[in-house]
């Protein structure tokens, strides 16, 4: 599995959580508030 190493934290863009893949990776997992430019 995979281990959460942030808590999710609400910045004006929406909410983005941090965890650790098995390799040791970081990788932000983000959920864009609806009308963001970048959310899809």
Known sequence: GI???????????GTVAVFEDLYGNL????QYVPGHSSGL
């Open 3 to 13: 281990v959460f190493v942030r808590e999710p934290k609400t910045e004006d863009y």
């Open 27 to 30: 990788w932000d997992l983000i």
